[in-house]
């Protein structure tokens, strides 16, 4: 697609139509240009005017699937805790979390290994998950016991092609939970310093809804685990089957962020598109999109675009034209970047420096990829370590 034409249309049903924009600089225009909108109410509108039965979730809104003034509101209540010097400052903190499951691996495998057999853990369970959401519950001040709560509603909100129902379910499931914490720390006048303290505060001030609320928590619950997860496996597995760039990284581990900014790029997490629809007929490079059409914006296909990026389909951990679009681009770009960043350093850095033996424990073609349209992520990564 990215080589026969600037816009093609991905799928259309009746009346309704996707188009999808692959080339970097499409891409990245697209981005920044306020034609391309997101507030996920209009867009429903929009689908039923063309074709029933098309669900695009707005039982949970949140700043990604709003525009401004909305987007601007939402978007300055927490901006703040995820600027430089307070991502930094979480630094003693992911890296105790990334110790202790790291310990944990260590009993683990301990435990299973005899003799004669060696033991096998799954990275994605055992790390790549509980990582960014103990991290993620820490900023919000959510328990950590209910993570695997957590997980099974973000599965069903993420992967929710097919299944209304489930999504439903889950929004409502974690709306309720949201205010249930919420109502507990009023009762007991609890104000710890986190992100809910903060946006109770702002619900007083009148800034926030209870909807605006578990819209939130979802939104980062989701966005602040999802891709770091699938970020983490696919970064393994880029070295377990690059002996040569995981050497150049070994030799020396303070390449990391470089490292980390490559594999945004070779493995983007938000891959195959982040959605957007049209508010006025957009030229993309000589092909009209009229007028109310939605369109993929694919950040994989820009990620790998040869007119960009010098030799895309290879890891080169050492790469200079940086620029990638993992974290998309303008009013919606990733706020928790510089978080996700942190993360995948200090738990690559440690996975390398504590089992620099570690192959992958099946086959590749017998891997699993997670179902869903818009992340690129494993279902489990085996490995020995
Ligand atoms: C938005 C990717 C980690 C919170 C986005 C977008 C992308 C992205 C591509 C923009 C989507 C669009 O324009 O439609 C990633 C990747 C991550 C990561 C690759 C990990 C490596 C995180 C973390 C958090 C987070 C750790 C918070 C804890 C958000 C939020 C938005 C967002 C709140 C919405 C911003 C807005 O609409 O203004 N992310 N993300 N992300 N991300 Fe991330």
């Known amino acids: 697609m990215r080589q026969s034409a600037p816009v093609s249309v991905l799928h259309s049903d009746g009346g309704l139509r996707l188009w999808i924009i692959p080339r970097y600089d499409d891409v990245r225009a697209a981005l920044f240009d306020?034609?391309?909108?997101?507030?996920?109410?209009?867009?429903?509108?929009?689908?039923?005017?063309?074709v029933e039965g098309v669900n695009l979730g707005t039982e949970i809104t949140h700043m990604l699937s709003s525009d401004p003034p909305d987007h601007t509101r939402l978007r300055r209540v927490v901006q703040?805790?995820?600027?430089?010097?307070?991502?930094?400052?979480?630094?003693?903190?992911?890296?105790?979390?990334?110790?202790?499951?790291?310990?944990?691996?260590?009993?683990?495998?301990a435990r299973h290994t005899t003799r004669?057999?060696?033991?096998?853990?799954?990275?994605?369970?055992?790390?790549a998950f509980p990582l960014p959401i103990l991290v993620v519950c820490e900023l919000l001040g959510f328990p950590p016991e209910?993570?695997?709560?957590y997980r099974k509603w973000s599965t069903a909100i993420v992967t929710q092609e097919g299944d209304h129902a489930a999504f439903r379910r889950a929004v409502q499931e974690m709306?309720?939970?949201?205010?249930?914490?919420?109502?507990?720390?009023?009762?007991?006048?609890?104000?710890?310093?986190?992100?809910l303290t903060e946006l109770l505060a702002a619900r007083e001030r009148g800034e926030l809804t209870d909807d605006e609320i578990v819209g939130m928590v979802a939104l980062l619950l989701i966005g602040g685990h999802e891709t770091t997860v699938n970020l983490l496996g696919t970064s393994c597995l880029a070295l377990l089957r690059d002996p040569g760039q995981a050497a150049w990284l070994r030799a020396d581990l303070t390449r990391m962020p470089r490292a980390v900014e490559e594999f945004l790029r070779y493995d983007s997490p938000i891959c195959m598109a982040t959605t957007r629809f049209t508010t006025e007929p957009v030229d993309v490079d000589g092909v009209e999109i009229p007028q109310d059409e939605f369109v993929l914006l694919s950040l994989g296909a820009a990620n790998r675009d040869p007119a960009r990026f010098q030799d895309p389909d290879r890891l080169i951990l050492d790469r200079r034209d940086a620029g990638h679009l993992?974290?998309?681009?303008?009013?919606?770009?990733?706020l928790g970047a510089l978080l996700g960043k942190l993360e995948t350093e200090i738990a690559l850095t440690a996975l390398?420096?504590?089992?620099?033996?570690?192959?992958?424990?099946?086959?590749?073609?017998?891997?699993?990829?997670?179902?869903?349209?818009?992340?690129?992520?494993?279902?489990?990564?085996?490995?020995t370590l």
């Open 175 to 195: 709306g309720s939970y949201v205010l249930a914490v919420a109502d507990r720390r009023i009762r007991r006048n609890d104000r710890p310093a986190d992100l």
């Open 146 to 149: 209910d993570r695997d709560l």
């Open 352 to 383: 390398l420096a504590r089992f620099p033996g570690t192959t992958l424990a099946c086959q590749e073609r017998d891997l699993r990829w997670r179902n869903t349209m818009m992340l690129r992520g494993l279902e489990a990564l085996p490995l």
């Open 34 to 50: 306020r034609r391309f909108a997101q507030d996920v109410r209009r867009a429903q509108a929009l689908a039923d005017s063309r």
């Open 80 to 109: 703040a805790a995820f600027s430089r010097k307070r991502v930094e400052a979480m630094r003693p903190m992911v890296e105790r979390i990334t110790l202790e499951l790291l310990d944990g691996l260590d009993a683990a495998a």
């Open 116 to 127: 004669t057999t060696t033991a096998t853990v799954d990275l994605i369970r055992d790390f």
């Open 326 to 334: 993992a974290f998309g681009g303008g009013i919606h770009r990733c």
